[in-house]
Nanobody, 115 residues
Framework: QVQLVESGGGLVQAGGSLRLSCAAS????????MGWYRQAPGKQRELVAG???????NYAGSVKGRFTISRDNAKNTVYLQMNSLKPEDTAVYYC?????????WGQGTQVTVSS
């Protein structure tokens, strides 16, 4: 079993920055990849950024160049550094981990970017 605990999120102005954190615990050896998803009001949940166990990363085209996903293996923590935030980045952001038998999700954290 894997547990994900998120921190971060909040209200920022357009052009500002925010860093989200996700700490994993439990059967972390079984995690194949981790990522950040977001869901804006009235829209489907989408993958924002992902990182594999080997360190490979991928990003949604809308955030590439502005967001960076990283990890701290010693702390079993994944981060999402969000720079140059835009109002359209406003959403609930979820941390996710992929294991052999399915996905695990964090509780979600609200990110609101004002104009």
């Amino acid at each position: 079993q894997v547990q994900l605990v998120e921190s971060g999120g909040g209200l920022v102005q357009a052009g500002g920055s925010l860093r989200l954190s996700c700490a994993a615990s439990g059967s972390i050896f079984s995690i194949n990849a981790m990522g950040w998803y977001r869901q804006a009001p009235g829209k489907q949940r989408e993958l924002v950024a992902g990182i594999t166990s080997g360190g490979g990363t991928n990003y949604a085209g809308s955030v590439k160049g502005r967001f960076t996903i990283s990890r701290d293996n010693a702390k079993n923590t994944v981060y999402l550094q969000m720079n140059s935030l835009k109002p359209e980045d406003t959403a609930v952001y979820y941390c996710a981990a992929r294991g052999p038998s399915g996905d695990y999700w964090g509780q979600g954290t609200q990110v609101t970017v004002s104009s």
